[in-house]
């Protein structure tokens, strides 16, 4: 006899339906499932077989064919567990056919009947294509957050079986989790001095540009990083929903009973791998970081650390905003649009920018820095050198809250409000993602700007990437300021201010920041 059930597998970060026929006939017996299935599905013969057995149901002692159609896709992951007994037992005539009509199947057997959860869950049954979804008592109302109708839950295959037969009542989903208190944001206004660090951040955040931080260590880098996400806007409900769909497929923990606005921020030690950081691995090629900080923040500290050749893969993905692996098993593509933030030294001492204070050699510096290659160094929109603050504003008394305190994130955060509302009526999400063809229809520059530029792009100091970067972080300053285009002069000083260290080659970056050529009224800081 054949059974048909539905269920669903995962490809990077994307559902596949899947549908199980379980065939059953005379013969020798034996298990055989085909169809293009992994070492975990092969092995699910031994946990449904025990699975079956410690629920009180017979094994059949026949010949068992499993086919995992569409048989072209590579299966991966013990998902299809609960698919694979309930089609054995259809096909063996101990339950019906009809009760599974309608209905996708996606959890892994325990050896004594037990439901258990397994990861991507969300993707999964986004993808099943049935009315409702039968998924494990702990993924409950993560399933819940995809939208779907019907949402059943069992805690053993038993369980399961009766109320497939109507012997029992569905089990009610498990209630959700205690409302807690979201995890407080640091605040901006704990951040002593450091105005171009703040400018920097704000800037970074209204336009969503990439930002490098160079500084001694103590200087505030990781501080100032770390304050970035409560200056970012909410996401929507579909930018939260695929955030939370990329992070189930990482196995990450996805809040159950609704979805997290609060932009990701991610930060992988210096130690990461290529694969831990773009993606891939083995049979089921696993998002990695840059995918996990999508639509939010990768902050990489001690950026000088990371090996040279993982940091170089970060190129492409930071202009298309997705990464494909490609691998002998398959080639999957993960969504990786993320804000970039780094923080690093200026050299291997830890010099802080004063006079006789480096102790490195010329040679040791440019080594420590090119460890970065240009064409990654090019792809930061704003490079800025955060010094070790002032004794006065380490001294400030009355801590964050007192006489002459920074501004707090939620001023910062509605001016950054106002500068994406902008970029959205010219129909980007923010300006750093304008196409380089609409920066003339939107961006156009004054003959003020047009001349600066124009010096830069002759003395080499600028590449053509970098000079539609510059215009896009004019185009942000403009619109923290409220001013519309054109571009003037002042605003293009700023942005070549906020992209100096890096342009006159690693010595530059130990330089005094009032040396970076802007005239003191056109700073911001």
């Not at 057995?53 to 609960?82: E, H």
């Not at 100032?224 to 409560?230: D, E, N, S, V």
């Not at 690093?344 to 004063?354: E, H, I, L, T, V």
């Amino acid at each position: 006899m054949l059974a048909t059930v539905s269920s669903a597998t995962l490809v990077g970060v994307d559902g596949h339906a899947v549908s199980v026929e379980v065939h059953v006939s005379n013969g020798l017996p034996g298990f055989r499932v085909v169809g293009l299935p992994d070492t975990s599905c092969r092995e699910a013969r031994d946990r449904v077989r025990a699975a079956l057995i410690s629920s009180g149901f017979n094994w059949p002692q026949k010949r068992i064919t499993v086919n995992l159609a569409p048989s072209g896709l590579r299966k991966a992951g013990s998902g299809l567990d609960l698919a694979v007994a309930l089609g054995v037992l259809a096909a063996d005539a101990q339950i019906g056919t009809a009760p599974l009509a309608g209905l996708a199947f996606i959890a892994e057997l325990g050896l004594d009947g037990s439901l258990r959860r397994v990861p991507g869950l969300l993707p999964l049954v986004a993808a099943s294509g049935e009315e409702g979804v039968v998924v494990p008592p702990s993924c409950g109302r993560e399933a819940c957050l995809v939208g779907r109708a019907l949402t059943r839950t069992a805690p053993t295959l038993m369980a399961l079986v009766q109320a497939l037969r109507g012997q029992a009542p569905w089990p009610e989903l498990p209630p959700g989790p205690e409302p807690v208190e979201a995890s407080t944001v640091p605040d901006l206004a704990e951040v002593r001095g450091q105005p171009l660090g703040r400018r920097a951040l704000e800037v970074a955040a209204a336009g969503g540009h990439h930002l490098l931080m160079v500084g001694p260590a103590g200087a505030g880098k990781t501080m100032l990083a770390a304050r970035l996400p409560g200056l970012l806007p909410a996401l929507s409900a579909d930018q939260a929903l695929e955030v939370a769909m990329v992070h189930s497929a990482a196995g990450l923990d996805v809040a159950a009973g609704a979805l997290c606005l609060r932009p990701p921020f991610r930060s992988p030690h210096h130690s990461a791998s290529a694969v831990s950081l773009i993606g891939g691995g083995g049979a089921r090629l696993r998002p990695g970081e840059i995918s996990c900080a999508h639509n939010g923040v990768l902050f990489l500290d001690e950026l000088a650390e990371f090996p040279a050749g993982v940091l170089d893969n970060l190129r492409q993905p930071l202009e298309e905003g997705r990464v494909v692996v490609c691998r002998a098993t398959g080639t999957v593509a993960f969504p990786a649009r993320f804000m970039l933030v780094a923080a690093m030294n200026a050299c291997r001492c830890d010099a802080d920018g004063s006079p006789g204070s480096c102790r490195c050699s010329s040679a040791a510096r440019s080594r420590y820095v090119a460890r970065l290659s240009g064409p990654l160094l090019d792809r930061f929109d704003l490079r800025v050198r955060v010094p070790r603050p002032l004794v006065e504003d380490l001294l400030r008394p009355g801590g964050p809250a007192g006489e002459g305190a920074s501004e707090a994130s939620a001023t910062v955060a509605a001016r950054v409000c106002d500068a994406r509302g902008r970029a959205r009526q010219r129909g980007a999400p923010a300006n750093a993602q304008l196409p380089a063809w609409r920066l003339d229809d939107v961006a156009p520059v004054s003959a003020g700007g047009r001349r600066l530029l124009e010096r830069r792009l002759r003395e080499g100091r600028l590449s053509a990437r970098g000079l539609d970067r510059v215009r896009r972080v004019a185009l942000t300053v403009a619109d923290l300021a409220g001013d519309e285009p054109p571009l003037g002069e002042e605003h293009i000083l700023v942005a070549l201010a906020l992209r100096a260290p890096g342009e006159e080659g690693p010595g530059a970056w130990h330089e005094p920041v009032a040396s970076y050529g802007t005239p003191a009224e056109a700073r911001p800081w």
